[in-house]
């Protein structure tokens, strides 16, 4: 495994130092998520990594996690399963739930779900502008969940344009269709832009069939997705907007791990409505955002198999998050500013089940209803950053949380750079982060109310370096993370009685590396790779608990274009080795593996592009996740326009 690490560093450290000029990407981009307000990246010592709508454009035909999958630092389990499966996201190693996802800059949690998480199969990539990825503790900004990072997708608006229309459609594998449609535009002081997609898939056998009896059936995903971006400028100094998105999407599912099952379904509904105040002054600005975050889920397995052994199984599973939050920014000077604000958080959640098991001849059900499975927080928080004293900049932020079930907590941000010439700069953070108790952690049957939030401490130490058109990067990254009072799901091995309880502790620690380097003026050759590793701690007792995350990705996407109109984009991604699930089948160690892609494209006109995309071209057979299967070689075409 050395080898393998110091063999990938060579690589990309060399490629980098002796890489040609290129005059056709700026790396240097202007960002939001490091500090609530636009700032280039060589400005903040934060570690932020920006999806742009080229590359997005590339993988219009990926899902989001498909996507956020080749990222340095970002591994994402099921990614590459079935359509519609539940994916469990571990960055920089981090359990699923520690990483707040964004929509617009505002937290878009589900309280239905197990860990207050977010089901990224309900964003498509063809209605997004640009993903900003932003690792480390960032709760004095963010608040909860923020532990290992977050990620702000950014949604399209409104065109110069009064109208212009865009279309996609494509076909391939597993009988997997996928079309969309959009409108966007300006029309005086109103901007709009509307987007719907659709995807139908046939899809294949969620769960491994290790008899090789080929008699699993195929689990499909049909979803539909509208989302509508509004926005009116009163005047130069004053501007509403509002988003909606709504999708719906229908799975079959599985029984479980090598266990077929025809009667099993999943609807998921997410509906999520946002409206942002903005006002400008010369040196400040006023936001204030009201967010609602409604989802629905039911699982229904109806028995009429005679496989199903006349099993019954029915669950139904609603969420509601509101978010209020208003902040201002202010440059007190030309080297100073502040951002301070207070934000406002609730959430409720209905949860039933029921179900009969033949077998056994035994029923069963639970219910959690919104009046008692609810919660709210109320919090503060300021940020001060110092930019260009003399090549120093400096950020430091502190925030207070009021929560109604366990009280009170605090959190810290403290984040130096160096410039040490305009391409060159050292950074440290030092921060801390929390992750408060879901309603299912506090309420259901297993819940316990005397739970403390997960609270770390995260340590960051990099250098980034551009060359001097910015065309090529080399950043390097060493983090560690401690968490106290880590929630997890114990059971007694004697009684058997089972509740979330909060352990002593988990350290988490490792290192990201990430280049990009220009080949000529044709294109640019992007890598990555992450090491991770973690152990928990329980009194005395160590806990190897790094579950189905491995210590090792790499990512290398090379992007060309040879020709006019033509684009070549042949990628590659390894997985290492990582322990399987606690109670998953199987070995211990989970083997590793790789996948190679390759996409082409080619641009008739300025309005008109065809693509194909061939994946997983050598055809492995691997497992994220024992006994349910990954995607083999699989293949998309299709076309987009835009005027």
Partial sequence: MKKKILLVTAVIISSHLYAQDSTKKTLDEVVVTATKTPIKQSQTGKVVTVIDQATLQRNVDKTLTEILNYQAGVYINGANNVLGTNQEMYMRGAASGNTLILLDGVPVNDPSLINNSFD??????????????????????????????????????????????????????????????????????????????HTDSKGFSSAYDSTGGNTFDKDGFKQNNIQA??????????????????????????????????????????????LTLVYKLKNASLHFSNTLVNTHRTLLNDTTAAADNGDFY???????????????????????????????????????????????????????????????????????MLLNLHGFNVEGGIRYNQHNIYGSNATFSFNPSYNIDENTRVFINVSSAYKAPSLYQLYS?????????????????????FTNNKNNSLRIVAFKRDIRHLIIFYSDLVTYASQYINRDKQNDYG????????????????????????????????????????????????????????????SFRFVGSRLKGMYDAGPALM???????????????????????????????????????SRKFNVMAGLSFSL
């Fill in 591 to 629: 083997p590793q593996y790789y996948t190679v892609d390759f996409y082409t494209a080619y641009s008739f006109t300025k309005q008109l592009r065809a693509f194909v995309d061939l994946r997983n071209i050598t055809n492995q057979q691997y497992f994220d996740v024992v006994g349910y299967n």
């Fill in 229 to 274: 971006n509004l926005g009116y400028y009163f005047s130069p100094k004053l501007s509403i907007t509002g988003m909606t998105n709504y999708g719906k999407y229908n799975s079959s599912l599985d029984a479980g791990a090598f266990k077929d099952d025809k009667d099993y379904t999943g609807v998921n509904t997410s509906f999520i409505n946002s």
């Fill in 120 to 197: 990224l199969n309900n964003i498509s990539p063809a209605q997004i502008e640009k993903i900003e990825i932003l690792k480390g503790a960032q709760s004095t900004l963010w608040g909860s969940d923020a532990v290992a990072g977050v990620i702000n997708i950014i949604t399209k608006k409104g065109g110069a344009k009064k109208i212009t229309p865009s279309a996609n459609i494509a076909y391939g594998s597993y009988h997997t269709f996928k079309a969309g449609a959009g409108l966007n535009g300006r029309v005086n002081k109103f901007t709009y832009n509307l987007n719907y997609n």
């Fill in 445 to 465: 049957e297993y819940g316990n109310k005397d739970l403390q939030p997960e609270e770390s401490n995260n340590y960051e130490l990099g250098m980034q370096s």
């Fill in 511 to 570: 290192f990201e590396l990430e280049s990009t380097t220009a080949i000529g003026k044709i294109g640019n050759w992007v890598n990555n790779f992450t090491y991770v590793d973690g152990q928990g701690k329980n009194g005395n007792e160590k806990v190897n608990n790094f579950y189905r995350r491995p210590n090792f990705s790499f990512n290398s996407t090379l992007t060309l274009q040879p020709a006019t109109g033509l684009t070549v984009m042949p």
């Fill in 314 to 384: 029915r669950a139904d599973f609603k969420g509601k998050s509101y978010v209020s939050e208003l902040f201002g920014n202010v440059s007190l000077s030309s080297k100073l500013s502040l951002v301070a604000g207070f934000q406002r958080s609730a959430q409720n959640t209905i949860q039933a089940s029921n179900g009969y098991s033949r077998d056994f001849d035994y029923g069963y059900s639970s219910a959690l209803g919104k009046d008692s499975a609810k919660t709210n927080n109320y919090a503060v928080y300021a940020s001060l």
